[in-house]
């Protein structure tokens, strides 16, 4: 074989190899996406046949409700191949999810067992009617979870709109007069709540006309639904009343202390009058002119500042009270 020959050999040798191994790897790439396309349709199967046997199990409670007598040959059998098939195989799914699903089947092939029976035995099945309405609302819950939320836990799910739940069930035939006698998406949210899930709004304390017609002291409860929100600014408003009320106690006090002063000295002028009568060193009149002098200085808090006739008679000597009296015309007595 000459060299030409032989670089052809593998040059071809390499090419196949080379295309042999592409093949090999889209076959397998391929694989792998089936292997995905089928558990991802394994599971929307999971839900898809809860949400079949939710709604037969409710048009079979509607039936027994609407028809006493019906037999219990009505009540078809439960049935889950899809749960089987995805329990038994290897694909990677929330493995508790599964077994809510798993428990909420359970839950619905007793309840229909116990029903079936009742109905045989011809006994009142309306107890176990409500337990089954019940049992088909805790089922709704566990789909809802599965579908949207892939089946976590309701804590773990963050906050949802309540109207996001609403819209869900009526996107899947949920439709509110599904069981008889209660309204059935208020009771899957309330389910939903219950379970810890965080739905948005928050149910309301009051309604409107219970708000409108109560009447209610906003400060006697701060830390009610509808008080006072702003404890620092009430503790603010109790410490500035409180000084107001202490700054105006000290002013009483001082203008109480004040007239008793002026009280004082008032007596002490008279007393020093009477005294100066008594000795008759000077008349009636002028006595009393003096007195209403003094008086008034000591009313009007006289100080050395004011005039000669407005100071205090003790205060006075006797050239300035002679002076003052020969201001005003008198004369003293000889």
Do not use: C
């Not at 009505?74 to 798993?102: C, E, F, W, Y």
């Not at 998406?185 to 379970?195: A, G, I, N, W």
């Not at 020093?272 to 009568?277: C, K, N, S, W």
């Amino acid at each position: 074989m000459s060299e030409a020959h032989y670089l052809t050999f593998m040059t071809g040798g390499l090419l196949l190899l080379a295309v042999s191994a592409m093949m090999i790897a889209w076959q397998m790439w391929l694989m792998r996406d089936d292997r995905r396309d089928g558990a991802r349709i394994a599971l929307e199967g999971v839900g898809h046949e809860l949400r079949i046997n939710l709604h037969r199990m409710a048009t079979e409670i509607s039936q027994v409700t609407q028809v006493p007598d019906l037999g219990s040959e009505t009540l078809l059998p439960i049935k889950h191949p899809q749960l089987d098939g995805v329990n038994g195989s290897m694909i990677r799914a929330n493995r508790n999810g599964l077994a809510v699903v798993g428990a909420t089947y359970l839950e619905l092939e007793s309840r229909k067992a116990i029903l079936r029976d009742g109905l045989n035995k011809g006994r009142d099945v309306q107890p176990i009617l409500d337990d089954a309405m019940l049992a088909t609302i805790d089922g709704t819950a566990a789909l809802y979870m599965w579908e949207v939320h892939n089946g976590i836990r309701p804590a773990d799910a963050g906050k949802v709109r309540s109207w996001d739940v609403r819209d869900w069930m009526k996107g899947h035939g949920f439709h509110s007069a599904m069981l008889p006698g209660i309204h059935f998406r208020d009771e899957v949210v309330e389910r939903l709540r219950q379970y810890g899930l965080r739905l948005s709004p928050r149910p309301l304390t009051h309604t409107a006309h219970e708000y409108y017609s109560m009447r209610y002291d906003r400060h006697a409860d701060a830390r009610g639904p509808f008080g006072k929100r702003d404890f620092d600014k009430d503790e603010r408003e109790e410490k500035k009343k409180s000084d107001r009320e202490t700054r105006k106690a000290k002013r009483e006090e001082a203008k109480r202390n004040k007239q008793r002063e002026r009280e004082t000295d008032i007596q002490e002028i008279e007393a020093e009058v009477a005294e100066i009568e008594n000795t008759g060193s000077l008349d009636q009149s002028v006595a009393a002119g003096a007195v209403g002098a003094a008086v008034a200085s000591a009313a009007n808090g006289a100080n050395g500042d004011v005039p000669l006739a407005e100071r205090a008679l003790g205060d006075l000597t006797d050239e300035e009270l002679e002076l003052a009296l020969m201001d005003e015309g008198l004369e003293t007595e000889p």
